[in-house]
């Protein structure tokens, strides 16, 4: 140890310097030479897979071996196969010991170092120990359906497994240590390992998955055309069975492969299903199982299925989708998963019939406390699909924007349109409630045509920011003005776009109605709860509508 503890030493004074000084090729060549000494010892004595190894020893010589391979990687002849695997098949098994859950991490960081350095080195091996991890992940479903179905779940198994690395490794080329005994397979050549139980069965696929997830993106060039089907289809498979780290795991595969396979190689159907029946089991608050964490990988695989699998998909899961996507977006804290339900309900949108993806649940969610900036996007798309000039009547020629820089409390519902609109009972009743209860804005509407079904829109549009008046009207008493604010600020944003509807005019006194109350809170200094940014973001997009505007009658009546 007094050895080791010197190498150690000299190690750090080496890493320090390095940076400073131009290297000393000769001394690099002793330090070599001296780890490749020590380092066989080390893991012979005490990176030895079992609950009974020492975990702080562990990980010291884990440590240890991760800053070697990163600065002095001539210590393991710069890759060669028969120096990394060996250390890799050593290290892997500790994946499946319980004991050593907590520094699986560090475990995988020092894995993937010297993965990276295989890459490097032998790009036949690095392709090879790809596809035995494949076949692992295959493997693990089995073990994992036997563990669900048997009536004793801690049967022993073990897993022979990563043969094909092994078998092209000469036992007389290993250089820097062997295989543990405790590993060696006795009827073959292969690693064995215990995976009995799911405390020992779930991390070991866990981060083999996450293994998987490396390889494919690290070295992507190098298992090009080495993905197949059943490796898809059992890791897919494995969310079925599962705790919140595998499916995490799973999902974060099933993202890297959306971006690099084709769509008819992942079952994208099955996969869309699972995540909303994942996302339907809300009844108090999010499931224990999800955070912001699951929630963010769970949204990156959704949105690497919903861009890229085909139209047939998108129509047979629509429903399912559009089921949960109120609720998710108003539990979820997570913007990814957010961003993948908004790009999902545009996509529905532009497929799908008006009755199945339900425009008027972008009012309810408008509503929730904290509304995402996205559905400003679905906003656009519901309007052009519903037609923005059925969705607010014209102004058949009048200038509203010119009217609309006069700053006014509200409007009357009779100044907005020529023909009487429709206003459904629910939705008049509710302009004096709390907007909490917002499943008064839905047009109940599945046998309606698209003209009945924008007109309803039209009407709880109008209702809606008619409420959205100022505090301190005597009509109007808001409980949460920033919620109603940002709000308005992004319905704003999405009607600037269509300027010559009576319900662009409307908006437009509204959202300019609300600048001396913003001058009062920024007084008082009580602004931290609005969203200053999506409202100026409005307001900038008000004032470019009419300036335009304004910049049109002035040309025309200069022509005239």
């Known amino acids: 140890m007094a050895n080791l503890s010197s190498l150690v030493h000299e190690l750090r004074e080496r890493i320090a310097a390095s940076s ?6 000769s001394d690099d060549s002793s330090l070599e030479l001296r780890f490749r000494t020590v380092i066989p010892n080390l893991l012979h004595a005490y990176v030895v897979p079992s609950s009974s190894a020492n975990e702080r020893e562990v990980i010291a010589i884990l440590k240890l071996l991760t800053h070697t391979v990163k600065n002095f990687p001539g210590v393991f002849f710069h890759g060669k196969a028969s120096a990394i695997l060996p250390i890799i098949f050593r290290i892997i098994p500790f994946f499946a010991e319980p004991s050593f859950c907590a520094r699986h991490g560090i475990i995988f960081e020092t894995l993937g170092s010297l993965l990276s350095l295989l890459r490097t080195g032998d ?14 992940v ?11 179905n048997t009536s004793e779940p801690e049967l022993e198994v073990s897993l022979r497994c990563f043969s094909g690395s092994l078998s092209g490794i000469s036992p007389d080329s290993i250089v820097l240590g062997d295989i543990p005994v405790c590993n060696n397979s006795v009827d073959g050549i292969g690693i064995v390992i215990n995976l009995a139980g799911h405390t020992r069965w779930q991390p070991f696929a866990t981060w083999i998955i996450r293994v998987s997830c490396k390889c494919l993106t690290e070295g992507a060039l190098n298992v090009e055309g080495l993905v197949n089907v059943p490796f898809v289809l059992a890791a897919c498979k494995l969310l079925c069975y599962g705790d919140a780290a595998l499916q995490m795991a799973c999902f974060d595969l099933v993202r890297i492969l959306g971006a690099i396979l084709s769509n008819d190689i992942i079952p994208s159907e099955n996969m869309i299903m699972l995540i909303s029946t994942i996302l339907s089991e809300v009844e108090d608050g999010l499931p224990v199982f999800r955070d912001i964490t699951y929630d963010a990988s769970l949204g990156g695989c959704l949105q690497s299925l919903y861009s890229c699998c085909a139209d047939d998909v998108i129509k047979l899961t ?10 998710s977006m108003q539990k979820t804290r997570s913007p990814d998963l957010k961003a993948a339900l908004c790009g999902a309900y545009v996509r529905i949108a532009k497929l799908c019939p008006l009755h199945i993806w339900k425009p008027e649940l972008l009012l309810n969610i408008l509503c929730s406390p904290k509304p995402y900036y996205g559905l400003v996007d679905c906003f656009e798309v519901a309007l052009s699909i519903l037609d923005p000039y059925l969705v607010g009547e014209t102004d058949n020629g009048q200038d509203c924007s010119c009217a609309s820089l006069s700053v006014t409390s509200g409007c009357e519902p009779g100044s907005i349109g020529e023909k009487r609109p429709l206003h459904p009972p629910d939705v008049l009743n509710a302009k004096r409630q709390k907007l909490d209860n917002s499943e008064n804005f839905k047009p109940t509407s599945e046998n309606y045509s698209k003209m009945e079904y924008a007109e309803h829109v039209w009407s709880s549009l109008l209702s809606f920011i008619e409420y959205l008046e100022p505090p301190g009207g005597q009509a109007n008493m808001l409980e949460k003005p920033e919620t109603y604010l940002t709000a308005l600020s992004m319905l704003c944003i999405v009607l600037c776009k269509y300027p010559r509807t009576k319900l662009s005019h409307q908006i437009s006194r509204q959202m300019l109605g609300w600048i001396p109350w913003i001058c009062e809170q920024a007084k008082q200094e009580k602004l931290t709860g609005v969203d200053l940014p999506i409202y100026l973001e409005a307001l900038n997009c008000l004032l470019l509508k009419q300036s335009k505007r304004l910049f049109v009658f002035h040309f025309l009546r200069s022509e005239i």
């Open 20 to 25: 400073s000084t131009p290297p000393n090729k």
């Open 123 to 136: 790009r036949d091996a690095y392709r090879q120990f790809f596809e035995d991890v494949m076949a692992v």
């Open 138 to 148: 295959e493997d693990v479903l089995t073990i994992a359906s036997l563990s669900n």
């Open 318 to 327: 629509a429903g399912d989708i559009v089921s949960v996507f109120s609720e």
